[in-house]
């Protein structure tokens, strides 16, 4: 099959592409609420033909988009929540807000969504012309911190998937070939008892002391955990602002990253003993909640490889001279490293995979690649060493060379999938590689107690 051919249906319909993504960024919309984002994507999706479901997995952002009725079936992943607090003007070089905005696309989310629809047209038109396969794209509510595809996962969405092929905007066009972390995010509730400070403290349980002690028991955790785990801590609730007040509630949450799933059930069993024991020692009580987790991310070398393959086969697209002077006075505001400086201002180059070391994020995606093979393309879509989940992300969200590479990575997908229809060796390969790394099978992650 003649690539290319399938390929120009992505220019052919690129205002539509870029209307998609312009239009999600101005809805900036929160985990699970991503209402005018999810419809605007299906009504697109329908008008092309594709079959459409809403509400998937019992929420109401989330939704499938399918072509095709022959096997195999290639899944298109896309995501569509914005941040909170994030308000930026677009194409603007300085921290300026949008009147009557609060949220922003800090992480590209509209170019990740309006890019794996240009790429589920384009693989329908290769499933036009080759008389073969099925292609899903599937609407991924609440990745910024609700794990909508752990939802989905579990509720055996992409149990009839053979491969997924997927993205995320980023500042460089790579394949990853670096696993997450799996994460369990949880809640911890301190109840003491309240008194006046000064007058009668021996009246008092103070559940902030609880919470710190229990910091500290996780600050001496940390020389005997794995060099790679880690434990975000934040305290959301300090019982109270007055100092003569002992405080009879305090409330802290903590992300708890590792390697493996079994490292990170150990390693929140572990945290889990140490609140029962800062609870001990204040004469207080601690309250559990398990808000979500991750399982680590499955990778899969031939998949890889055919991305990689993928990405060399496609021009990368070049700044224009206003793409330059834009991207120099905002990398201006951007605190970079050495090595940040010396590189180029745009990624416009394909570079190798890395080794396959895991790095200290997690994402939702990996319960995805528990279930059917998983690969993910790292999109150059930013400035070079623009920080993620911020004001310059959201600035770039509606610049030239961000929907340009968005085209390119869109077409990176395409034909990774097309040819996954049309290649039985390769697609075997990925699933074998798949079952070995798998022999568990997938379990979603679990509370350390109920």
Request: net charge negative.
């Amino acid at each position: 099959m003649d690539s290319q051919h399938f390929l120009q249906e992505i220019d052919i319909c690129r205002e539509e592409i870029f209307s998609i993504s312009d239009s999600i960024w101005d809805f900036a919309e929160l985990q699970f609420e991503e209402t005018k984002s999810a419809e605007l994507l299906c009504t697109h999706l329908e008008a092309h033909g594709f079959t459409v479901v809403r509400g998937v997995a019992g929420m109401k952002t989330a939704f499938t988009a399918t072509y095709g009725a022959t096997a195999p079936a290639i899944g298109i992943l896309a995501e569509y929540d914005a941040l909170s607090g994030l308000s930026q003007k677009a194409n603007s070089v300085i921290p300026e807000a949008v009147p009557g905005m609060t949220e922003g696309h800090g992480c590209g989310h509209n170019l990740f969504a309006a890019g794996s629809f240009a790429a589920a047209l384009a693989v329908k038109k290769g499933i036009d012309l080759s008389g073969k396969g099925k292609v899903t794209l599937f609407g991924c509510p609440a990745e910024e911190g609700g794990g909508g595809k752990v939802k989905m996962a579990q509720g055996g969405v992409f149990s009839q998937t053979d491969a997924v092929v997927s993205w995320h905007p980023e500042s460089m066009h790579m394949v990853r070939t670096r696993p997450a972390l799996a994460n369990i995010d949880c809640l911890y509730s301190f109840h003491g008892i309240s008194s006046h400070a000064g007058a009668a403290p021996h009246l008092g349980r103070s559940a902030l002391d609880a919470l710190e002690l229990m910091n500290i028991g996780i600050q001496f955790l940390r020389e005997h955990m794995e060099p790679t785990s880690r434990i975000n801590t934040s305290i959301t609730n300090a019982g109270s602002a007055a100092p003569n007040v002992i405080p009879d509630f305090a409330q802290g949450r903590f992300l708890i990253r590792a390697e493996t799933p079994d490292q990170v059930r150990d390693l929140a069993a572990r945290i889990d003993r140490i609140a029962q024991g800062a609870a001990l020692m204040t004469d207080t009580t601690v309250e559990y909640k398990f808000l979500k987790g991750y399982n680590s991310l499955v990778t899969i070398p031939a998949l890889q490889q055919a991305v990689y393959e993928s990405m060399l086969q496609i021009p990368i697209p070049q700044p224009t001279a206003e793409d330059i002077a834009f991207g120099e006075a905002l990398r201006a505001t951007m605190p970079l490293s050495d090595e940040q400086r010396k590189k180029p201002l745009y990624p416009t180059e394909v570079i190798p995979p890395a080794p396959p070391k895991p790095h200290g994020g997690s994402t939702d995606t990996a319960d995805v690649s528990w279930v059917c093979p998983t690969v993910q393309v790292h999109g150059g879509s930013w400035v070079i060493g623009t920080p993620g989940h911020s004001w310059q992300v959201v600035s770039q969200g509606k610049s030239h060379f961000s929907k340009e590479s968005m085209l390119y990575t869109a077409k990176v997908l395409a034909l990774t999938a097309v040819r996954l229809i049309n290649d039985p060796d390769l697609l075997e390969r990925a699933e074998a590689e798949h079952r070995e790394r798998t022999a568990g099978g997938y379990q979603a992650m679990t509370p350390p107690r109920g």
